[in-house]
């Protein structure tokens, strides 16, 4: 069932100001409104009073998407179900294939038609560089948090090109609810575009429009650089930051980033982690019987089947298992072919050896997050334990452990999971309810390091 959108009522639509005057023109937004209506039909607004969330969006999809008229939306940093419909509209119109997804040649076409709008002398001016649909279908992301806690989201847009300064624009958006039809409640948008270089420059004014004496979150789209001197300015000053490992582009290396960044001190969230807790709460459930609970200390073989391409939540999930059951790595090896195939080797406190096999399984039908875990298996060499447990999210996957079998041939626990919201709106809008630090994510980051660093001797 397809949920439906809130009507989004417009304080402001995106308006072209100074770096200066931001915060008076935000200002101004709220003083202005309601003028003009004296009958006092309007609904109360509340104004971002909750938290503030810096988004760093890696690319320049949406600007371009918007530059060349295919998205009337504000350039928010948020690649949600508008974007995507944008980018099919503008694959359609220069006859690529349809995929909703960011591509080298989508972004090359939408280059060459910005460029060619700009050389022509085709401006747009404030009103209609962005303006914004009042019937759109798909809740966006800044939606999702301002459903339940109004907020001050500031999106770093970095875009190619020449280096003109920083371009910013404020704007304020309300979704409406049936429920709750008599007060708004509103998220401020400021979003700031330029080259990177450019935006690094002013990085030193952006902690001062975030909301004083309030939470406030770094969600950082691209994977965390420990040497970038904007995300180290940005990450001393909020409570959280927050990435999404199934957007890396070279996993094995950014986990690695990112136990380093824990290493210093920096409470991280990762929505990829998210994901994984009812893989996680299914496991435990498995094992709360008491009979099956002593069982535990006999598993010695592990496999985990997922989506070809992103080992992340694969990782994590082996990690965090290996973190509360005790066991050390010591090898590590990948091999090649149509299957990415992960062979680690741990040894449990009472030295026992336990293998464990990651499987990126190529899929007809690949799913919207990069990585996603199909299946997983947990048995025993020993016949006579009763610790055989196989969790999936759909039947062949449930199929292909059970043919692949074990030495256990009975005693085996099969649950079928159907997997909750996965989507990083979603998600975000849970992480922002929590900040600091989580042990339990930094431990299985700390485990997931030493597999990978055994992988580079």
């Known amino acids: 069932m397809v949920s439906q959108a809130p009507t989004i009522y417009s304080l402001q639509a995106p308006k072209d100001i100074s770096l200066s005057d931001i915060e008076a023109e935000l200002s101004q937004i709220w003083q202005s409104y309601g003028i003009g209506d004296a009958n006092g039909a309007l609904p109360a607004a509340t104004r971002a009073t909750t938290f503030s969330l810096v988004v760093y969006e890696p690319e320049e999809t949406q600007y371009l998407l918007t530059a060349s008229g295919f998205y009337n939306g504000p350039i928010d940093g948020i690649l949600g179900p508008q974007t995507i419909a944008a980018l099919r509209e503008a694959q359609k119109a220069f006859g690529l294939d349809r995929t909703g997804k960011t591509t080298p040649e989508i972004l090359a076409r939408l280059r060459e038609e910005v460029a060619k709008r700009h050389s022509s002398g085709a401006n747009l001016d404030n009103g ?268 062949g996957g449930c199929m292909r452990m059970e043919t692949q079998g074990g030495a256990q041939s009975s005693g085996l626990f099969q649950q079928v999971t159907s997997l909750s919201e996965q989507k990083a709106e979603v998600l975000l809008s849970q992480q922002v309810q929590r900040w600091g630090h989580e042990a339990l994510f930094e431990e299985t980051l700390g485990v997931i390091a030493k597999v990978l660093k055994l992988g580079s001797k």
């Open 128 to 395: 209609s560089t962005a303006s914004y649909s009042l019937d759109a279908k798909s809740p966006r992301i800044a939606d999702e948090i301002a459903l339940r806690n109004p907020c001050r989201i500031i999106a770093l847009i970095p875009i190619a090109g020449e280096d003109e300064g920083v371009k910013a624009q404020v704007s304020a958006y309300c979704p409406i609810q049936k429920q709750s039809s008599s007060t708004l409640i509103c998220c401020e948008y400021i979003t700031l575009t330029g080259t990177a270089a450019a935006l690094e420059r002013i990085g030193g004014m952006i902690p001062a429009l975030l909301i004083g004496g309030l939470p406030k979150f770094l969600w950082w789209k691209a994977t965390p650089d420990p040497n970038n001197a904007l995300f180290k300015r940005l990450a001393a000053v909020c409570n959280n930051v927050i990435v999404d490992s199934c957007e890396f582009n070279h996993p094995e290396n950014d986990l690695l980033s990112l136990q380093e960044l824990v290493e210093n001190g920096m409470p991280l969230a990762d929505l990829n982690w998210r994901r994984l807790s009812a893989w996680q709460e299914l496991t435990a459930e498995a094992y709360d019987p008491p009979q099956r609970r002593a069982s535990l200390r006999e598993i010695d073989r592990v496999t985990i089947d997922y989506e070809k391409g992103n080992p992340a939540q694969a990782l994590m999930f082996l990690g965090w298992l290996a973190s509360r059951l005790e066991w050390s790595p010591v090898s590590y090896e990948k091999e090649s072919g149509d299957y990415q195939i992960t062979k680690i080797k741990f040894l449990a406190q009472d030295q026992r050896e336990v293998q464990a096999e990651l499987a990126g399984v190529p899929v007809a039908d690949v799913g919207e997050i990069s990585g996603d875990l199909i299946a997983l298996r947990l048995s025993s060499t020993n016949p006579q334990a009763d610790c055989g447990t196989v969790i999936c999210s759909e039947t």
